[in-house]
Every structure is written in C-alpha cells, then in structure tokens.
C-alpha cells in the first residue's frame, strides 16, 4: 500500500557521502529524556530533545540502506498481492495478502476446523484409554464430551483473536493520535511524558513493520540491522534540520498505521472463520452450561 508524499521520502539522505561502518547496536525506543513533569510539550520540540540524545550522524547508516529503509520498499514485503502469483508462491506468513509477524502469524491462519477435530478426537481417545470400569460406553454422551472440547478449544481460539485484535487495534489508535500531534503544528496537546509514550509506540510499531518486511524482502540479520539503523536516522538524525525529522515521522507512521489496519481486515475473515465452525458445537456448550 503507498505511503503518503512517499515520492518527495528523505530527499536530503540522497545528497549524502555516507560512510559505510560497523552497525551500532538497534535504539531502544525509551531512551531516557529529561523531560518537565507535568508540562505540555509539541511533538517538534520533544524529537528535538530525544534526537540530540541519541545522537545519530550520517555515519551511522549507508545511502544503500536508506533507500532500502524508505516507507514505499518497506510495503513492499508488507503486501503481496494475489496478482503476484510467482511472490504468492513463494511468500512466507501471508495471509490475505498480507504478511503477518511470525508469533500472529501462526494464530490467524490455524485451521479452525482441524482444531476442533484435533480435540474432539482427543477427547474421544482419552475415554477409550481408560480401564473398562471407567470408560463411558453410550455413544450419544461420549460424542457430546468430545463436542464440547471441540467448542471449548474453538472458544479459546476465538478469544485469543478478539485479544490480538484489540492488541492491533490500540496500536492503530495510538499511531493515528501520534499523526495528528505530529501535525498540529505549535499547538501542544499532551503533558511531555504521554507525549513521549506514543513516540515509544510509534518508535516500535515502525520497527516492527520493518521485521515483518524483512521475511520476504530476502534480507538476512545483518541487513535488517542496518534497514533497522537507517530508519532511527531518518526519525532521530538530521541534526538541524528538525522539519526533515517531523516529515519522515509522518511518513513512517502513515505507513504503520497502514499495516495495522490491513492485519486488522485481515484478521476479520479468521473470525468469521472461527465463529462458523464454533456454531457447529455451540448446542453442546449450551447444554454443559444448562446443567
């Protein structure tokens, strides 16, 4: 998905020399600031006051890894459309087009069906292990034991999705309140210790994208590092310079808050999903809960 004003994206770091050295180790987004307790702060002035104490120079990245580090190459590893038959085929963690995290990734595409087979036979094995004076032997009871594991892993399944997507979905919320500071100016909104706890959620969420990026861009550890370290210098760099720094800001969160909404959609056909097959045992559940 484009990025807004993505054409004109850090024009400046083209007309660098940069010098190629040793990556430096990745920022922590809560790099300590000495911030007034209590008092309002713009978003220009407190990436001015975070800038100066990370410190970063155009040594510290490469032209090549600032043109791999821009929002419109970072889409691309973040959507693969279907279109795309040869990346299609080749694509790691996609799901509808999109490519998801690894943890998220193998929550949202579990089969919903062949979990609740898997439990119901589970269930099922478990009553015919046991000794004959144990075991229940009316078929009807047996199915309706093994049902409700079925619906109770299914349920689970679901409330694990709802809480992944409220995850997705805060973060969504906090990088869209970030973009609206971030362009309001010389207006100040938020005390400068909440203001500074959405530029940690945005800080993360950018690199985060850039990870999910990586799986099918073809970049190993090293050059992550280095996408890594050139995109803290297009947000923290530019000393002098602070409007460059509030630009790519825009830019960048533009382009995480993007890719939370497109997990966010896509997410909405596992549901479904879900909710279908649940539907099924959802009589058994019912009747466990009447008892």
Same mark, same amino acid.
Request: charged share 35%.
């Given at each position: /998905?484009?990025?807004?004003?993505?054409?004109?994206?850090?024009?400046?770091?083209?007309?660098? &020399?940069?010098?190629?050295?040793?990556?430096?180790?990745?920022? #922590? =987004?809560? /790099?300590?600031? $000495?911030?007034? $307790?209590?008092?309002k702060v713009t978003f220009s002035k407190l990436i001015n006051m975070v800038s100066y104490r990370y410190g970063l120079t155009k040594a510290d990245t490469t032209i090549e890894d600032l043109e791999r580090a821009r929002p419109m190459?970072?889409?691309?590893?973040?959507?693969? #459309?279907?279109?795309?038959? $040869?990346?299609?085929?080749?694509? $790691?963690?996609?799901?509808?087009?999109?490519v998801f995290p690894s943890p998220q990734f193998?929550?949202?595409?579990?089969? #919903?069906?062949?979990?609740?087979?898997?439990?119901? +036979? %589970? &269930?099922?094995?478990?009553?015919?292990? %046991? =000794? +004959?004076?144990?075991? *229940? &032997?009316?078929?009807?009871?047996?199915?309706?034991t093994a049902s409700r594991a079925a619906g109770h892993a299914l349920e689970k399944r679901a409330d694990d999705l709802e809480e992944l997507r409220n995850g997705i979905s805060a973060e969504l919320i906090a990088l869209r309140a970030l973009r609206r500071e971030i362009g309001s100016g010389g207006r100040a909104h938020y005390r400068a210790e909440n203001l500074d706890k959405l530029r940690q959620r945005g800080h993360t969420s950018i690199h985060q994208a850039v990870e999910a990026a990586a799986i099918n861009l073809g970049w190993d550890n090293q050059l992550v590092d280095g996408v890594q370290q050139a995109v803290n210098y297009n947000l923290y760099g530019y000393h002098g310079h602070n409007n460059q720094r509030i630009k790519n800001w825009r830019q960048y969160t533009w382009m995480a808050g993007n890719y939370a909404k497109a997990r966010i959609k896509a997410m909405a056909v596992s549901q479904r999903a879900t909710s279908v097959v649940?539907?099924?045992? *959802?009589?058994?559940?019912?009747?466990?809960? *009447?008892?």
């Open positions: /998905m484009p990025t807004e004003d993505d054409q004109t994206f850090g024009q400046q770091n083209l007309m660098h &020399t940069f010098e190629a050295i040793p990556r430096t180790d990745l920022l #922590p =987004p809560d /790099m300590p600031v $000495e911030l007034v $307790e209590n008092r190459n970072i889409d691309r590893g973040l959507y693969i #459309p279907k279109e795309d038959k $040869e990346r299609t085929e080749q694509a $790691e963690h996609l799901y509808q087009e999109v193998g929550l949202i595409t579990r089969s #919903p069906r062949g979990l609740a087979n898997r439990a119901y +036979a %589970k &269930t099922q094995a478990a009553n015919d292990r %046991k =000794p +004959a004076d144990q075991k *229940q &032997t009316d078929r009807d009871i047996v199915h309706a649940l539907k099924r045992y *959802q009589p058994f559940l019912d009747e466990a809960d *009447q008892e």
